[in-house]
């Protein structure tokens, strides 16, 4: 499995990083948990089927960061990516904390995988 980022994820990254400095420590983990399982798991992640693309766009609700000590799971964090199963490869679409977004970029995702 290959992993590639929107020039806006690396962004929504690095803006994270000065809040949550362990943030690319998880995201380690959370790539590992993908190339096993890269389809939507509830209630950890589910697909975005309401913006009528034909792409597999996977919203991921539970991600652990070791930042927010005893949140485990519940740390608020929101990772949005896309799956393309055929050619092994994932795309990190936006990275957020639900206090600071209530949902994802819809503009962002239709306008890169229309």
């Given at each position: 499995m290959t992993f590639d980022e929107l020039t806006e994820f690396k962004g929504d990254l690095k803006s994270l990083l000065k809040k949550y400095r362990t943030l690319n420590d998880d995201l380690d983990v959370v790539k590992r948990v993908l190339e096993v399982t890269p389809?939507?798991?509830?209630p950890f992640s589910f697909r975005i089927d309401h913006l009528g693309l034909e792409r597999c766009i996977i919203k991921v609700k539970k991600i652990?960061?070791?930042?927010?000590k005893g949140r485990g799971?519940?740390?608020?964090?929101r990772l949005i990516y896309a799956h393309f199963p055929d050619e092994q490869k994932i795309t990190f679409i936006e990275l957020y904390h639900k206090n600071d977004k209530e949902n994802e970029d819809k503009k962002r995702?239709?306008?890169?995988f229309k």
């Open positions: 389809d939507e798991r509830p652990a960061c070791k930042a927010l799971v519940n740390s608020g964090l995702i239709t306008d890169n």
